[in-house]
């Protein structure tokens, strides 16, 4: 039942917003180090994401990845671990609530607790140029949890095994050796890459749209620490009309991994864990 408004309904209603974490006293990236280490970088590592599935790669701490468009316009889904210790994992709530909904350059992936550190950093984003859009959308989001089979036979009562939750289990399963149930468990929240999304202006529903990327678009990230990461093409291909099937078309996603010049870092040392002291009050 909808209840008649109050008579100060438009005063509540025309309080001024205030921030929830502002993010002043956040410890700025230094792009300009890291972009300079980037430029003499090699390359020491290459995986390509077959269309519908996942792979896991290895990033060093001090090291580089970049994600790239190579065939078609294709979304992907990133997940990320600590590589020695898997229950530290990227944070895509926390990462939301203190750089808004969609990365993008100088922007970092947050680790989960009691850690709360940044495991990466955006240093380019050929899509930095899309901005938002009318509808409100914008591209790199951390507001989608992943498409996967669970919701997919709560609203349809499908048994499709290609979502990106299914194929992030499947590639840490493989990397891992380990089982389907052992593995599903790291699988969390992700960053959706080249993705564009928003909330719906009336209902406040998650919409995805027509991803502006292209081959040759690429998001590039220099690793805080010793990363493990796994990477799902998304069976939506572009996002433009559905997910979870295999209706849509796909194209394979690329990972490559770049180590720079010994030297070239200096002064940068990989962060801290946080420094709260976990007694919670007691």
Same mark, same amino acid.
């Given at each position: ?8 309904? !438009? ?11 502002? @993010?002043? *006293? ?31 790669? =290895? ?19 990133? %997940?990320?671990?600590?590589? @020695? ?9 926390? $990462? ?24 990466? *950093? ?5 899509? !930095? ?15 989608? $949890?992943?498409?996967?089979?669970? @919701?997919?036979?709560? &609203? ?10 299914? %194929? ?20 969390? !929240?992700? &960053? ?6 928003? #909330?719906?202006?009336?209902? +406040? ?15 590039? /990230? #220099?690793?805080?620490?010793?990363? &493990? ?28 991994? /770049? @180590? ?6 200096? +002064? ?5 864990? %946080?420094?709260?002291?976990? =007694?919670?009050?007691?």
């Amino acid at each position: 039942m909808t209840r008649n408004p109050p008579a100060d309904a !438009d005063l509540r209603r025309a309080i001024d917003p205030v921030i929830c974490y502002p @993010t002043e *006293t956040l410890p700025a990236p230094d792009l300009d180090l890291y972009r300079a280490a980037r430029e003499g970088a090699h390359e020491t590592a290459s995986v390509t994401v077959p269309p519908r599935e996942a792979r896991c790669f =290895s990033v060093p701490a001090g090291s580089f990845f970049r994600i790239t468009s190579v065939e078609g316009p294709q979304v992907g889904d990133l %997940n990320l671990w600590n590589a @020695t210790d898997l229950s530290e994992r990227f944070y895509s709530g926390k $990462t939301r609530a203190l750089h808004g909904t969609h990365l993008t350059t100088g922007r970092r992936m947050w680790s989960s607790f009691p850690h709360l550190r940044p495991m990466a *950093t955006i240093i380019e984003d050929s899509l !930095d140029w899309y901005g938002r859009d009318a509808f409100g959308g914008s591209v790199h989001d951390v507001i989608g $949890t992943r498409c996967d089979p669970y @919701t997919g036979n709560l &609203l349809s009562g499908s048994q499709y095994h290609h979502c990106c939750h299914s %194929n992030l289990t499947r590639a840490l399963a493989g990397h891992l050796g380990a089982s389907i149930r052992e593995a599903e468990p790291h699988v969390h !929240d992700v &960053l959706n890459v080249f993705m564009c999304t928003g #909330f719906t202006r009336d209902t +406040g529903q998650y919409f995805m749209k027509a991803s502006p990327v292209r081959p040759g678009d690429f998001l590039e /990230f #220099f690793a805080e620490i010793d990363l &493990l990461g796994a990477l799902s093409a998304c069976p939506g291909g572009d996002c433009s009309a559905e997910h979870s099937s295999d209706t849509a078309v796909c194209y394979p996603l690329l990972v490559d991994v /770049f @180590t720079p010049r010994i030297g070239a870092l200096a +002064g940068w040392r990989s962060p801290d864990r %946080n420094g709260y002291d976990g =007694s919670h009050g007691l």
